[in-house]
């Protein structure tokens, strides 16, 4: 089992496009991680665990409550039921593991 502490960005932000059902891809042109919003719109660039844009509605969709210093973590903390506590440098690092540790389950929230 993989642990979610040990992921990048990017690959942090594909596997968030996997839990909430979306379809990503690297761009020819730019080497980004792009999704298209709405049939008939060009690609943007995705990356939930960086733009507010992204993940912010993701926080209010899932309940995600988020913390500073939880247990005395000098990081951020992301709370979602049932029971599932994970650190990040950012909030939305945070909010975004803890969302991919909710939806797929061969990720973890244990740190080594």
Request: glycine share 6%; with cysteine; aromatic share 8%.
């Amino acid at each position: 089992m993989e642990k979610i502490h040990h992921l990048s960005a990017v690959k942090l932000d594909i596997l968030v496009a996997e839990a909430i059902g979306i379809k990503v891809f690297f761009s020819d042109t730019h080497n980004k991680l792009n999704y298209i919003p709405r049939a008939g719109m060009t690609a943007r660039e995705w990356a939930p665990s960086r733009f507010w844009s992204q993940g912010g509605p993701l926080v209010e969709q899932h309940k995600i409550d988020l913390n500073w210093g939880w247990e005395e973590s000098k990081e951020w903390t992301a709370s979602i039921e049932p029971d599932i506590n994970v650190q990040g440098a950012t909030v939305l690092e945070a909010a975004m593991r803890a969302l991919v540790c909710l939806k797929l389950p061969d990720f973890n929230d244990i740190p080594s």
